[in-house]
């Protein structure tokens, strides 16, 4: 027995080993969804869940980069933050230099570039070519990035503009602010400053970022530059700007190679400088930079998952696909500017929404530390500011799609027996806020009806009807969510042996019932959730509508067939009402016929949307009633048609990897 235990153990060593030496960065394409609405940064990002993702950012002055990269267009810099594969409008693209050759007469300008050739990229690693001859490479770190600028003849000059952000051309009043900054050349050559930022997607009021920038050679000029505009209030020798003007510095060099050190921090510029000092040692090359990365993705990440399969294409998928959903929420434990905690704390989570349905349950298997590290900022977020967050950056909860869906999180977690150091009584008393408080109404021009912050904004409607009447924008779909939110307070709250909290919400997680029009009709079925008046009467709706499909609509981002299939806690009640097995399974196909829901044009005319995240379960749910051969082959058709390993690989906007997962 003792052999046979040396042997096994011996062996075990062995395809560990074996695994773990594999270099499987090697099939990761980081261009993988960047394009057809994917927005996947393929910028560098040095480890899982980096604070700091520094890549391009890229305009073409009327499609947002979201993630600052756009395959055509002008970089207009290099930055330290980004998000990954969202959507709404862009978020950060600030701390940035930008290379400039020959002097630099007016820092204000555009002084945008065009590039000679597609960028290059790998895990740790990004290239881009400008058509001035100019070529930047990058890596980075947790805190800090490295930048290297190879110049042409003509003279270098690098711009650091504090101005800079990335820009949206919706329409829709997300577009970023800069507000106001300072910028100071030290004695030593090295800059600090502060940028001060607010509003993008979730609304935010104004935040700080801290910067620490060093260049690993001398500039023979250092300016500061202000101004307004394009209109130049100094530009010299003053070592010290402040203020609402934009501001910056310019930087001159007599060299083909420039190398720069950059670090920032939430918290003060000293702990920025902290930062690039520990982590980027003055004389680091990139290589060990972007060899130190794809060290740390492998053992991290990538060597989790290993496949007898040998296709390069199903590899690229697989690993790309484990790539983008580790880039965000962001890992800022310690760089806390709102409250000192000893509990860990995650920013840019984008959103629960977006991740509940197969992203949380994916992180709990492959990052089971950083999974209840996530749990439990979500928990300390509800202490300081009193409520969950759906979705939440710049230190700032929001936007609130459906429902309070850190509450279907943190029940998954609790059902599979996740303890560890999550206080679960503190959580059950977040997730009861979400159910019994109304948050406070945050006049969200696109949604003013109630908060898209944080919270249940229609929960008046929720508990005095036990439905959610058109007064709320988003009604019938939030009502679904609503009720698989309750069942999640139910099964926590049994858990917690809360017998009468257990059997309150167990009642209210049904109350998407109240919706169910068995009257309503399409395509020869008959059922389906609708909108309904407070004076009980349902409205005739078409099951094929769902007016924009966004925040002033009765239905978010899914037609009424695809939310009539989304009360996932309630099956055996919804193939009931359905029709039974047979027809509910009828039904289901329908859902995948081409030509009949015409602005589904990604698919055909398909009902069934794979681009948006009210499909994502449908062809799984042929396994409720015994058809699990139907659920193979409807999840195998959607993969096959839906996704490849190139630029377009994924059907639309990657939520931060949920479209991957």
């Not at 290297?148 to 919706?170: E, I, K």
């Not at 030290?186 to 979730?202: A, F, K, L, S, V």
């Not at 150091?421 to 997730?431: F, L, R, S």
């Not at 009807?465 to 069942?487: K, L, M, Q």
Request: glycine share 10%; with cysteine.
């Amino acid at each position: 027995m003792g052999a046979l235990y040396s042997s096994l153990c011996i062996s075990l060593f062995v395809i560990i080993s074996a695994a773990q030496s594999v270099d499987y960065s090697q099939y990761v394409n980081v261009f993988l969804g960047t394009e057809n609405g994917g927005n996947m940064f393929p910028g560098v990002v040095a480890a899982p869940f980096a604070m700091v993702k520094l890549g391009p950012d890229v305009t073409n002055f009327t499609t947002d980069a979201y993630s600052g990269y756009l395959p055509v267009g002008n970089i207009t810099g290099f930055s330290l933050m980004h998000e990954s594969g969202t959507g709404g409008a862009p978020k950060y693209g600030v701390v940035s230099q930008m290379p400039v050759l020959g002097a630099v007469p007016d820092p204000l300008v555009d002084l945008g570039t065009n590039r000679s050739g597609p960028d290059q990229g790998a895990v740790g690693y990004y290239k881009t070519s400008l058509a001035n001859g100019i070529v930047i490479e990058v890596a980075a770190t947790e805190h800090a990035g490295f930048y290297q600028y190879t110049f042409p003849a003509g003279g270098a000059s690098v711009v650091v503009d504090v101005s800079h952000v990335l820009n949206s051309f919706r329409g829709l009043g997300w577009g970023q602010n800069y507000t106001n900054g300072r910028f100071g050349i030290m004695r030593d050559g090295h800059y600090e400053g502060r940028g001060t930022y607010n509003n993008g997607w979730n609304l935010a009021p104004n935040w700080d970022i801290y910067f620490c920038g060093y260049f690993d050679a001398p500039a023979t000029s250092s300016r500061t530059f202000s101004g307004n505009g394009t209109t130049l209030a100094s530009y010299g020798r003053a070592r010290f700007t402040s203020g609402q003007m934009r501001q910056g510095g310019v930087f001159s060099f007599n060299r083909e190679t420039v190398t720069s050190r950059v670090g920032i921090s939430f918290v003060s510029a000293e702990r920025a400088c902290q930062n690039v000092q520990k982590e980027i040692q003055r004389g680091t090359s990139l290589k060990t930079l972007s060899n130190a990365a794809s060290n740390r993705w492998n053992s991290e990440v990538f060597s989790k998952i290993t496949t007898t399969e040998t296709n390069s294409t199903i590899l690229t998928q697989l690993y790309s696909s484990l790539y983008g959903m580790h880039l965000i929420p962001s890992n800022r434990t310690g760089e806390n500017p709102l409250w000192k905690s000893h509990e860990p704390y995650y920013d840019d989570v984008f959103t629960q929404w977006d991740l509940f349905r197969c992203s949380t349950p994916l992180m709990h298997i492959l990052q089971p530390t950083a999974y209840e590290e996530q749990l439990r900022s979500l928990i300390d977020i509800w202490r300081h500011e009193g409520f969950l967050p759906d979705a939440r950056s710049s230190n700032f909860n929001g936007r609130t799609q459906g429902g309070s869906n850190s509450d279907n999180v943190l029940a998954d977690a609790y059902v599979k027996g996740v303890r560890g150091a999550v206080n679960w009584t503190d959580g059950y008393a977040a997730m009861r806020t979400d159910a019994e408080v109304t948050p406070l109404i945050n006049n969200d021009p696109i949604a003013p009806d109630s908060s898209t912050k944080e919270g249940r904004g229609a929960l008046p409607d929720w508990l005095r009807y036990g439905y959610i009447t058109p007064t709320y924008s988003r009604a019938v779909s939030r009502a679904v969510e609503y009720s698989v939110n309750d069942f999640g307070l139910r099964q926590v709250a049994a858990g917690l042996n809360l017998s009468a909290d257990s059997a309150k919400y167990l009642n209210s997680s049904r109350n998407w019932r109240n919706h169910w029009n068995p009257a309503a009709s399409s395509l020869n079925f008959t059922g389906f959730v609708v909108p309904r008046y407070a004076n009980g009467s349902f409205a005739h709706y078409d099951p094929l509508q769902c007016g924009g499909c966004y925040w002033k609509d009765p239905y978010y981002q899914g037609l009424p067939w695809e939310y009539s299939f989304n009360a996932h806690h309630d099956m055996a009640h919804l193939i009931e009402l359905a029709g039974g097995p047979a027809t509910f399974t009828r039904r289901l196909m329908k859902m995948f016929e081409p030509g009949i829901a015409p602005a589904n044009k990604v698919t055909g005319g398909m009902i069934f949307n794979p681009a948006n995240e009210p499909s994502f379960t449908t062809p799984y749910l042929f396994s409720f009633v015994g058809r699990q051969d139907l659920s193979v082959y409807y999840s195998r058709m959607v993969a096959k048609k839906y996704y490849n390993a190139g630029r377009s690989g994924i059907p639309g906007n990657s939520d931060a990897g949920a479209m991957q997962t």
